[in-house]
């Protein structure tokens, strides 16, 4: 089925955060990447079909032997979670590297940065 | 007799072998490696010598499942090939320590010249297209490394990536040439060996039937030609060859006069019985014949003894393509005969000019004469191979050129190819007579007086002196009686390369014929035309000074020029340091690429009607989260976007619990406290910056709409092409969760059980990132500021 309202979630989080990417502020720039990150997610998850949120759907069951239900996909969430903490290290990484750009050279404007690259 | 595959295997192999550890015999015997290296080539010599006289194809398994196999095909024409190369290894080998005395960077090029020789023999007998191609390109990656053995001088990388270019170039030609054959040759062979070049000679007919009924006849010919041209320096690809002569003349020597540029001729060779015929008759002869003659007017116009010789080299590939091109039987033999005799004199030529050059220290024609008082040796050496070289009886060139006049004549008596059938025949004789004229030059370097240029020459070492007169005693060998070459191995090399058999005979000519004629014509011109030499040699010089775009090396240098200079100017208008300009061009890239994708594939619009598939509480949460991103991007001060960022990331979580996802809702709380928490430390430390200029903003605003609209049409298209339910591998974990992971939660369970080692890896990545980020806080120094702290 195809999922018209995640697709128009996700155009618009990735429009938005592409915007931010190509600001002159670096902070900013580290924003576009979070937000990117985030629909990506979103994306990842609807791909295994989004379930509503019910005691049967969720991907932990109930006991030992309660034998195999029909759950949302586990794999996605598995793959997601990993994603949701690398982005997390990402984010981080690149918002200390900013931090310390600035110590550096003084600035955070990125046409700057670039000039001094020559 | 049926050859044996453990021989086989090794006599390719071991100079792959030794050339590994290489490094490590140098360390042990310095510069005397090169005659570990001889003994290597005279093991490899004897190995395919045993096999003498056999005839079939032994195979290993390589990739079964491509019907690919390192497949060896054993006969006269490979065996003569590869004992050529392992012969004349040898005495390279032999040579060389002498020659490269003193020089650095020996490890290497003794490496080089063995894996050279390794990958030669193998294309040589290998009959497996792939493997073939394999080998072809080897030999093509050992000669850029040799060429560009002198790696500081500009004229050894220029001329290095030259032959690369044109060489390795040309092979892919030929690897297509290859897919194709490869097409056809799965419906008339088999599918099982639709690669093996040794079954598809066994049925030459079918396959050119077969060819010419897909349509591929001409392709798969031009193609060949083409990979066969550039590595045999044919015209327009000829070029590289001169250049080359920038490596090491025992390389010239080897390489680029006796073996890898003979490749491209022993292909063609190996491919005639199966693509003979009239396209293959007009192609070949007129390449041939074409450089044959443009070659032997630019070695009369050269002015160094090796540039003399390389274009000779090149001239005489002509001869040999040319007499592959005829398609009477006398063609094939031109070809099998001319390569052997070739081989022999023009190696001992090179070596002899590399005698020269060690011995006086210049090598320019000019300058060099009467050598014959200090080099007597030489001299002796030089005039037989020399006189070899020009054809004139009873060296042994004769023969060879002899069934080449013999084979042009003959050209119009099986296909009816009109002016083309007198104009053959004229062409080879034109070239003759500067053949005659540039060997009697190079003779003329060891007669009269000695200039008054250089004062000493020094007495060529033994090491020097044995490996070319012995080329010569063979050279001699076959000139006083051509019938022993002939029964040893010439004869299989023609059985092998021609369509019916027939018994070679050659022998000084008693009474008269056309072939006598021309051949009588040509050595009289050539003596003739030599006390011209000087107005000849100015003459020639003159035209592509007159005219540059006659020469094809300026064709070279202003296309590599013009992809060098775009190259430069792409680079800096994409690469320039500003992090925007990377972001535009590849989103955009990205995009175009994708929704190109799915514009080739048609699958845009999507199949079923589209269903609004997340009820209205996910609905209603994440449209407040696209809100939140609105005011990420609105946000005047670097709190408000920080804050807004956090509510954007807070409504996800939400929309994970909706979505029946609670190990991820967990997850990215953490994350997101954690974040909000760094970027609130950060951004203290940081002065507010406001953004500037409309313009830029609808300019980037559009590349944002643009990719937005490609993320919206890819979620559309591919969670429409989901397949409905369950997919087989969730259910997989789900099923064994309990089983095997003794858990209840299975998303936990894929992570720390089935998928254990994933998981570590991005506990690497979590880790490095903290290392690195406590590394810019903490270890600052050395910096600009690094006194403040």
Known sequence: MTALVLALIVGALFALGTFLLLRRDLIRVVWGLAIISQAANVYLLAMGGIAAGTFDSVPVLAGHDAGAPETADPVVQALVLTAIVIGFGMTAFALVLSYRVYEEHDTLDVSELGDHEG | ?789
């Open chain 2, 1 to 789: 007799m049926d050859p044996e595959l453990p021989i086989v295997l090794l006599a390719v192999g071991l100079p792959f072998a030794v050339a590994g550890v290489t490094p490590l015999l140098f360390r042990a015997l310095g510069e005397r490696t090169g005659y570990a290296g001889s003994a290597v080539a005279l093991i490899c010599f004897g190995l395919l010598g045993s096999q003498y006289g056999s005839e079939g194809t032994v195979e290993l398994e390589w990739i079964p499942s491509l019907a690919v196999a390192l497949r060896f095909h054993v006969d006269g024409w490979a065996l003569l090939f590869a004992l050529l190369a392992s012969g004349i290894g040898t005495l390279i080998f032999l040579y060389s320590p002498a020659y490269m005395h003193d020089e650095s960077g020996l490890a290497r090029f003794y490496a080089a010249l063995l894996a050279f020789m390794g990958s030669i023999i193998g294309v040589a007998l290998a009959a497996d297209l792939i493997a073939i191609f394999l080998f072809w390109e080897l030999t093509s990656l050992c000669s850029f490394v040799l060429i560009g053995h002198y790696t500081e001088e500009d004229e050894s990388q220029y001329a290095a990536r030259m032959a690369m270019l044109v060489t390795v170039g040309g092979g892919l030609f030929l690897l297509v040439g290859f897919l194709l054959l490869s097409l056809v040759a799965g419906n008339v062979v088999g599918p099982a060996s639709a690669f093996d070049l040794a079954a598809m000679l066994e049925q030459p007919d079918q396959m050119q039937t077969a060819l010419r009924e897909r349509g591929l006849f001409v392709p798969v010919l031009g193609l060949v030609a083409v990979g066969a041209g550039a590595k045999s320096a044919q015209v327009p690809l000829h070029f590289w060859l001169p250049n080359a002569m920038a490596a090491p003349t025992p390389v010239s020597a080897f390489l680029h006069s006796a073996t890898m540029v003979k490749v491209g001729v022993y292909f063609v060779g190996r491919m005639r019985p199966m693509l003979v015929s009239l396209e293959w008759l007009v192609l070949f002869a007129t390449i041939g014949l074409v450089t044959m003659t443009v070659c032997a007017l630019l070695a009369v116009a050269a002015t160094d003894i090796k540039e003399l010789l390389a274009y000779s080299t090149a001239s005489h590939l002509g001869l040999m393509i040319a007499g592959f091109g005829f398609t009477t039987v006398l063609g094939a033999e031109t070809g099998v005969f001319h390569l052997l005799n070739h081989a022999l004199f023009k190696a001992a030529l090179f070596l002899v000019a590399g005698i020269v050059a060690h011995e006086t220290g210049t090598r320019r024609i000019a300058d060099l004469g009467g050598l014959r008082h200090d080099l007597p040796i030489t001299a002796v050496i030089t005039a037989v191979v020399a006189l070899s070289m020009a054809g004139i009886p009873p060296f042994s060139g004769f023969y060879s050129k002899e069934l080449l006049f013999e084979a042009a004549l003959e050209a119009s008596h099986v296909y009816d190819i009109g002016v083309l059938g007198w104009l053959y025949p004229a062409v080879a004789v034109f070239a003759s007579v500067f053949t005659v004229v540039y060997s009697l030059r190079f003779l003329a370097l060891f007669v009269g007086d000695r200039p008054a240029g250089y004062s000493h020459v020094h007495r060529p070492s033994l090491t020097l002196l044995v490996p070319p007169a012995l080329l010569a005693l063979l050279t001699a060998v076959i000139s006083v009686n051509p019938e022993l070459a002939v029964r040893a191995i010439v004869q299989s090399g023609v059985d092998a390369t021609a369509v019916d058999t027939h018994e070679l005979h050659v022998g000084i000519p008693t009474s008269y014929s056309p072939a006598v004629g021309m051949s009588a014509v040509a050595i009289a011109g050539g003596v003739l035309a030599y006390p011209v030499y000087g107005t000849l040699h100015d003459g020639i010089r003159a035209i592509p000074r007159l005219a540059p775009p006659v020469s094809a090396n300026w064709w070279y240098d202003a296309v590599v020029g013009t992809l060098t200079g775009s190259g430069r100017w792409l680079a800096t208008r994409v690469h320039n340091g500003l992090l925007r300009t990377y972001a535009t061009w590849t989103l955009a890239t990205t995009c175009a690429l994708t929704l190109a994708g799915f514009a080739a594939t048609s699958t845009v619009v999507p199949t079923e009607l589209i269903g609004l598939d997340a009820d209205a509480a996910i609905a209603l949460v994440l449209a407040v989260a696209v809100v939140a991103g609105l005011a990420v991007v609105l946000a005047s001060t670097h709190v408000a976007g920080v804050l807004t960022l956090s509510i954007l990331g807070f409504m996800i979580a939400i929309f994970y619990i909706l979505a029946s996802a609670p190990d991820l809702a967990l997850t990215q709380l953490v994350v997101e406290t954690l974040v909000l928490v760094i970027f609130l430390l950060v951004i203290e430390e940081i002065p507010e910056y406001y953004e500037v200029g409309l313009g830029k903003v609808a300019r980037d605003g559009v590349l944002s709409l643009a990719v937005g609209a490609t993320a919206f049409v890819t979620v559309l298209v591919t969670t429409d092409a989901r397949p409905e339910g369950t997919t087989e591998i969730a259910r997989y974990y789900t099923e064994r969760a309990v089983p095997e992971g003794g858990g209840t939660n299975v998303v936990n369970v894929i992570l720390v059980d089935f998928r254990g080692f994933d998981t570590l890896g991005e506990l690497v990545v979590v880790a490095l990132a903290a290392i690195s980020i406590l590394t810019l806080i903490i270890m600052r120094s050395g910096g600009a500021g690094g006194d403040e702290e």
